[in-house]
């Protein structure tokens, strides 16, 4: 319980208290929405392993954006990839990931799930030989990685109004008040007024 913590907006700005309080050169990035860069990223004593919910590179960015679009594609695999940080977003070596299946009638929610759970299963699966400098890349940086999943890729969501794949795409089901930026796009698109930010 003495562990100590830290609250921060932004991590990088607290690059220095962060590296000092590090005693095993690891750090872990799991469910995280910061973006690591300079001069965090600067001591190479450090090592950043982010657990990141989705295939790379294929599912780059947030994850909730990713497993949404994921099903609009008709992807048939989604699952959960252990890399490096490095300056970009999510494009460092891979580590290892976990793979599941998605089926045709699979829900947002349901891959949400299992993607956290594969999350942790990952993490498991890593954490002994990270800990003992054992883990190292599958595979390396990929030169130009597809596309970004960020907020932005939110605004595309008019054009799969009529995919057959849409509704069960969007049933956030109980993850719908953790998925603000999704929820006010789906407002948007039936022509809602937007809810204000709290």
Request: charged share 20%; net charge negative; hydrophobic share 40%.
């Amino acid at each position: 319980m003495g562990a100590p913590h830290l609250a921060a907006g932004d991590i990088n700005a607290h690059a220095h208290t962060f590296a000092q309080a590090n005693t095993d050169g690891i750090v872990w990035s799991l469910n995280n929405r910061q973006i690591f860069r300079e001069p965090l990223l600067q001591p190479k004593s450090l090592r950043i392993i982010n657990i990141h919910n989705g295939l790379l590179p294929r599912h780059r960015g947030l994850p909730s954006v990713a497993i949404l679009l994921a099903l609009l594609h008709g992807d048939t695999e989604y699952g959960a990839t252990a890399h490096e940080v490095d300056a970009g977003i999510d494009t460092g070596p891979v580590l290892a990931e976990h793979r599941f299946a998605i089926g045709p009638e699979d829900r947002y929610h349901q891959i949400m799930l299992r993607g956290i759970r594969a999350c942790h299963a990952l993490f498991e699966q890593i954490l002994p030989a990270v800990a003992d400098g054992a883990a190292g890349p599958e595979r390396g940086v990929q030169e130009e990685p597809p596309a970004y999943y960020g907020v932005r890729a939110l605004n595309r969501l008019a054009a799969f109004r009529d995919d057959p794949a849409f509704d069960r795409a969007t049933d956030l089901g109980p993850f719908a008040t953790h998925e603000p930026e999704i929820t006010q796009a789906l407002l948007q698109l039936d022509g809602l007024p937007p809810r204000p930010r709290l």
